[in-house]
């Protein structure tokens, strides 16, 4: 830890920091103020409980551009939301073609589905970790293909996938099209209805600028996986049938409720400044991307600085490590980035550094010009 530094926070591809105004508050006010159990229970702390969560939902939901609230499913986050929608969509027997940059989120359950009985098709990227749709059409048209999986952005190398057309070729060949959008949502402009995915699984706390512990699951209207888990919602007790209405049917037990309402608030947020953060995230990415191409011996990965990316810029040094970089950016300058496979074997396998991992600089918001013109300051030092 940097003592003498003020924080300077590069790891929002890990969860941001800090959030916006709102947040905090709106936690503490459903706690304080909506304690209640939603959704079971008529008294005011209960209906107020209720109140927060609804107002939450329709937040989220305005701001992926989801038409009915209801198709938003609040989860843990985006790894729960992958894994409902992978076991609950998949069965022995299934083939699904699948990108060869997914984060473990995605590898891991299809790993124990393969070992079920899913053929899992894995197609290549290039070096920037671009996927082709050509290539998924080609991989979905050897044989009948339920799922098409594919990242909306890359928590490695920032490459923006062009998810609209894979939901194109998925559909034009009777599969669904799930999307992994951990490094997208917040920072991409999002309309799911524009994009198409059948099935769309955010983290809150990452880009969305929300409380960890707290996802979103869009799940498109006529795609119907099996919930992940079983149990009481507060209506309809009687029954001991898992109801099939939404968000009832993928909500069993009680939720997050302060992590539903910050994460509502985020929403509001980056509704209401979301575009000018975008803007600042970009310009600052372009800045530190530029910056560190013209440092000898370092390599930037993914796609040149003139190619729009999510605001993630990786890096490794021909002669210095990761770690050893990561421990003098913090005791310089305060700087605080992530080292590693970042939980993504499969991207550093395509973009070559398996062996090495990578020094990730996320970028988001609170982070000014300045964090940046000091970042390069220091990655010019550590790395003479
Ligand atoms: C691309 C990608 N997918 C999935 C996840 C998992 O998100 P969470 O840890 O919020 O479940 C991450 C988190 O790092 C990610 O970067």
Redesign the pocket.
Known sequence: MAEDHPIRYFDH??TSWPKPPGVTAAMVRAIEDAGGNPGRGAHALALAAARVVASARGEVAALLGVPDERDLIFTP????G?NLVLKGALAPGDRVVVSAVE?N??VRPLTVLAAAGVEVVVVAADREGRIDPDDVDRAVREAPTRAVIC?HA??VTGTIQPVGDMADVAHAHGAVLIV?A??AAGHLPVDVRALGPDAYAC?G??GLLGPQGI?ALYLAPGFQPRELIEGGGGGDSADTGQPTRRPDRYESGTGNTPGATGLGAAARYLREHGDALRDLECTLTRRLHEGLVEIPGIRVLGPPPAEERAPVVSVVHERVPPDEIALALERRAGIAVRTGL???PWAHQTVGTIETGAVRFGIGYGLTGEDVDVALEAMRDICR
């Not at 986050?77 to 729960?80: A, E, I, K, N, V």
């Open positions: 591809a890990a986050g985006c790894t729960y992958l984060h989120a995605v990242q890359s928590n992994d951990a490094q983290s706390h990452k996802g970042h939980c993504s």
